[in-house]
């Protein structure tokens, strides 16, 4: 009977007055700015590390050891610095989710393709016209990768803070319900996670085959029929 009562209390609570919409949109302002910091600071060490060789061989180790070091095991020094605010939440958020843009990107600028390499000097091409015409176009799948890593990582982290220290979220909503040994609440809680987790990653996947469009067959099919559109439009004008 318990758990029938549950399962039926699930959804009332995910729609109901208990399941606040501004605890949902709390975590996911909390994730996004940490997730674009953390892709910024990922990236933008990747971009130096991938043209500065003493550079790479001493930040890697760091990013190791920050990615390695568990986000809970952090999360008192965190709060300490930050306070209770949404400003520890994004800091956690920060932490655990640069590591991926930087590996990856990092992976995909150092791939070196020889044939590209001599047809770029052999038009006397600069290194600046290297790098945005091949280069970070050759390593966009890999960076792609890296950023739906670090948006599912930004929402853990996201979560993990709230459950230390948090005055609203998903996280300080499931811990609540779960001392009052609310199942319903919590299970609704765990659902709204989990929704939460698929829907930013949905978003991740829609951009990259939009963006990485030659990886895929029917992408470049897409993008071949809207050149011919535009091109029949344009004839038609003329």
Request: aromatic share 14%.
């Given at each position: 009977?318990?758990?029938?009562?549950?399962?039926?209390?699930?959804?009332?609570?995910?729609?109901?007055?208990?399941?606040?919409?501004?605890?949902?949109?709390?975590?996911?302002?909390?994730m996004?700015?940490?997730?674009?910091?953390?892709?910024?600071i990922?990236?933008?060490?990747?971009?130096?590390?991938?043209?500065?060789?003493?550079?790479?061989?001493?930040?890697?180790?760091?990013?190791?050891?920050?990615?390695?070091?568990?986000?809970?095991?952090?999360?008192?020094?965190?709060?300490?610095?930050?306070?209770?605010?949404?400003?520890?939440?994004?800091?956690?958020?920060?932490?655990?989710?640069?590591?991926?843009?930087?590996?990856?990107?990092l992976?995909?600028?150092?791939?070196?393709?020889?044939?590209?390499?001599?047809?770029?000097?052999?038009?006397g091409?600069?290194?600046?016209?290297?790098?945005?015409?091949?280069?970070?176009?050759?390593?966009?799948?890999?960076?792609?990768?890296?950023?739906?890593?670090?948006?599912t990582?930004?929402?853990?982290?996201?979560?993990?803070?709230?459950?230390?220290?948090?005055?609203?979220?998903?996280?300080?909503?499931?811990?609540?319900?779960?001392?009052?040994?609310?199942?319903?609440?919590?299970?609704?809680?765990?659902?709204?996670?989990?929704?939460?987790?698929?829907?930013?990653?949905?978003i991740?996947?829609?951009l990259?085959?939009?963006?990485?469009?030659?990886?895929?067959?029917?992408?470049?099919?897409?993008?071949?029929?809207?050149?011919?559109r535009k091109?029949?439009?344009?004839?038609?004008?003329?």
């Open positions: 009977f318990f758990k029938q009562k549950t399962a039926y209390e699930i959804p009332l609570r995910l729609v109901g007055a208990e399941m606040c919409i501004r605890d949902s949109f709390a975590t996911l302002a909390q996004s700015i940490g997730f674009c910091y953390g892709i910024i990922g990236n933008t060490l990747a971009i130096i590390a991938a043209f500065n060789e003493t550079f790479r061989r001493y930040i890697a180790p760091y990013a190791v050891v920050f990615n390695v070091t568990p986000g809970i095991a952090v999360l008192p020094l965190i709060i300490a610095w930050f306070g209770f605010g949404w400003e520890s939440k994004i800091a956690l958020a920060t932490l655990v989710c640069f590591f991926p843009p930087f590996i990856n990107t992976t995909g600028l150092l791939k070196k393709n020889d044939e590209a390499i001599e047809l770029f000097q052999t038009i091409a600069t290194h600046s016209q290297y790098f945005w015409k091949q280069q970070l176009p050759n390593a966009l799948p890999e960076i792609f990768a890296g950023l739906k890593l670090a948006i990582t930004a929402l853990l982290g996201t979560i993990v803070a709230q459950f230390g220290s948090a005055t609203e979220g998903v996280g300080i909503l499931m811990q609540r319900f779960a001392f009052r040994l609310d199942m319903a609440g919590s299970f609704a809680s765990l659902v709204t996670m989990a929704i939460m987790g698929l829907l930013v990653f949905t991740a996947e829609v990259d085959r939009r963006i990485v469009f030659w990886r895929d067959t029917k992408g470049l099919e897409r993008v071949s029929r809207k050149k011919q091109l029949s439009s344009n004839d038609l004008s003329l």
